[in-house]
């Protein structure tokens, strides 16, 4: 019994150096990890924080109240960002599930049982016995957590947490510029119908003038087919613009989370196209490690394989339960809390798996390889983080000097509107010349239009690619 006694000490405290010891691993190889990230990328991986306040509405720059209600109920209704917040729940409800396993589990259990035994089992005959009793029993199982291993799966809960938080907030900032998009887009369809409807209108008076001059014998049929061709092939182009203006209000309505008639009255009411012409402070590239959801996303997710890797190593450790139970039994109702009716079990239990055909060391070198994928993961994201800035930076700028070389254009094109019309009346030019002017001119005035649409959607691209927008 003393030779038992001193085995199960010497065992004991075999183990609590193991654990000792791997833990001290596990610290070592946590720090290595941040270190190795901060070295590589010259940012204290542990300080990331999600996101910044500094311009979380960045779309307010905009100066448009309704783009600012739009983005408001988009927030609050957008069934994917409830899907996203919904996944934050579910992992903190199962992060409370795991540590529950710190505390014990009790039981209480009352009942009554009838036995009847054969008097014919043995070689000997016997009389049939038959045995009714009351019983109630409470019972107590629990895990003590020496070894840490619920330590290790509660720390991969908690970072669960957090890559549901941070999606939680790329689901935020991707709605935010979805719907940014989606309006700038029906302002810009709407301003190319405006210009089609307008030119439409010149296209019908220059019309009805080769008409005019076509009946007093001043001009040829040849003019009259060729305004009807301008005017009607400008005409033909309103219903496809119209298509494209209720297409971005059906948008509109999804990312809301409504129908299109549940959409603000403003968004069927003209609008002009905000300006595009803004300054962005863009910071650090360092500052996109503390800004951008995806990258912390990204981070957060090796804290989750960090933390598998834990519980695959904590495999490899005992543990150890303890199970009792009291309870009573007794032949009649009223004897239930008497002495002699009391029974109870103490059961401490200490297990270790010696050998499982290997089983722990594959488990182990899967969450290792999961780790090293989920940083190169990270790496990946922060290097695409840098690429989108610069190409939305690049795409702004490049968009701008075009605004305002084309915006020169069309000046000198309604010049040239202007001057042709005036020679044709006076017959110096052929219609054609007019026909031309025209033409170029719409062209040119559609081009300045989807311009300016596009220099708001490479902004928004800009303020989504810096996690949400950056004040200097």
């Not at 895990?143 to 991969?156: H, L, P, T, W, Y």
């Not at 290997?358 to 690429?387: C, F, G, K, P, W």
């Not at 490049?398 to 020169?408: E, F, N």
């Amino acid at each position: 019994m003393i030779f038992h006694s001193s085995l199960l000490k010497l065992v004991i405290a075999s183990f609590v150096c193991v654990v000792c010891a791997g833990t001290a691993l596990s610290v070592e190889g946590d720090t290595w990890l941040r270190a190795g990230l901060a070295k590589e990328w010259g940012a204290d991986s542990t300080a990331l924080a999600l996101g910044d306040d500094v311009n979380r509405h960045w779309w307010q720059s905009f100066d448009d109240p309704l783009l600012d209600s739009l983005i408001m109920i988009g927030e609050r209704n957008n069934y994917d960002v409830s899907i996203a917040a919904r996944r934050i729940d579910i992992a903190r409800s199962a992060l409370k599930q795991t540590q529950s396993a710190y505390y014990p589990q009790i039981g209480l259990s009352l009942g009554w049982n009838r036995t009847r035994t054969s008097g014919r089992i043995e070689s000997n005959r016997g009389v049939a016995e038959t045995v009714s009793y009351f019983d109630g029993t409470a019972n107590m199982s629990w895990e003590i957590d020496v070894f840490g291993k619920i330590r290790a799966q509660s720390r991969r809960g908690a970072a669960q947490v957090k890559v549901s938080s941070a999606e939680y907030a790329a689901a935020m900032l991707s709605l935010d510029a979805e719907i940014a998009s989606t309006y700038i887009g029906l302002l810009v369809s709407r301003a190319q119908l405006d210009i089609a409807m307008l030119h439409s209108e010149r296209q019908k008076h220059i019309l009805d003038i080769t008409e005019t001059r076509h009946r007093t014998g001043l001009v040829s049929k040849l003019d009259v087919a060729q305004a009807a061709t301008l005017y009607y092939s400008t005409t033909a182009s309103i219903p496809m613009l119209e298509a494209s203006i209720e297409a971005s209000c059906n948008s509109l309505a999804v990312l809301l989370g409504t129908t299109r008639e549940g959409l603000p009255a403003g968004v069927f009411e003209p609008h002009a196209i905000p300006g595009h012409y803004q300054l962005v402070g863009v910071g650090a590239p360092l500052d996109l490690l503390r800004r951008r959801p995806d990258i912390i996303a990204a981070e957060r997710n090796i804290d989750v394989a960090a933390a598998s890797l834990g519980v695959a190593r904590s495999a490899y450790l005992p543990s150890l339960s303890i199970s009792a139970s009291i309870g009573t039994q007794a032949h009649a109702f009223g004897e239930l809390f008497s002495g002699p009716s009391f029974a109870y079990s103490v059961a401490p239990t200490l297990s270790w798996t010696l050998f499982d055909g290997l089983a722990r060391r594959a488990a182990t070198a899967s969450a290792r390889q999961s780790m090293e994928l989920e940083i190169d993961n990270y790496n990946m994201t922060v290097l695409t983080a840098v690429e989108e800035v610069r190409n939305a930076m690049a795409r702004y700028s490049a968009t701008l000097v075009y605004i305002d070389r084309i915006s020169k254009v069309v000046e000198n094109s309604e010049e040239e509107v202007r001057l042709s019309l005036d020679q044709y009346k006076q017959g110096l030019t052929d219609f054609y010349n007019v026909v031309e002017a025209q033409l170029t001119n719409l062209s040119y005035q559609n081009s300045l239009v989807e311009a300016k649409g596009n220099a708001l959607t490479a902004l928004i691209s800009l303020y989504k690619a810096l996690g949400g927008g950056y004040k200097m």
